[in-house]
């Protein structure tokens, strides 16, 4: 059975940083993409950031200039490193992956809490 199992989430102050990790274990398949996605709450979950397998990666506009989503997709373990965190950014961080190339991927995390504080 695929888990994702994230990590780096926390409590931060407008302007300061965070970093999450996400780890697959129990892959026995190569993901083709693994990926960021926020849900705020009463909202949807939405993308912040992917990374293919190739190393190519797309960010939402918001996330543009301010985030940088790294990592190896064939080890199954991706970062997220979120600079300039605005109020705006919290919410649940999800990991997702999966092994095409899909809106909605197959795979989730449990997800890492983010709170910016203004």
């Known amino acids: 059975q695929v888990q994702l199992v994230e990590s780096g989430g926390g409590l931060v102050q407008a302007g300061g940083s965070l970093r999450l990790s996400c780890a697959a274990s129990?892959?026995?398949?190569?993901?083709?993409?693994m990926g960021w996605y926020r849900q705020a709450p009463g909202k949807q979950r939405e993308l912040v950031a992917r990374?293919?397998?190739?190393?190519?990666?797309n960010y939402a506009e918001s996330a543009k200039g301010r985030c940088t989503n790294s990592g190896d997709v064939a080890k199954n373990t991706v970062y997220l490193q979120m600079n300039s965190l605005k109020p705006e950014d919290t919410g649940v961080y999800y990991c997702?992956?999966?092994?095409?190339?899909?809106?909605?991927?197959?795979?989730w995390g449990q997800g890492t809490q983010v709170t910016v504080s203004s």
């Open positions: 997702g992956a999966d092994t095409l190339r899909v809106v909605v991927p197959h795979y």
């Open positions: 129990g892959s026995i398949f190569t993901f083709a993409t």
């Open positions: 990374i293919s397998s190739g190393g190519s990666t």
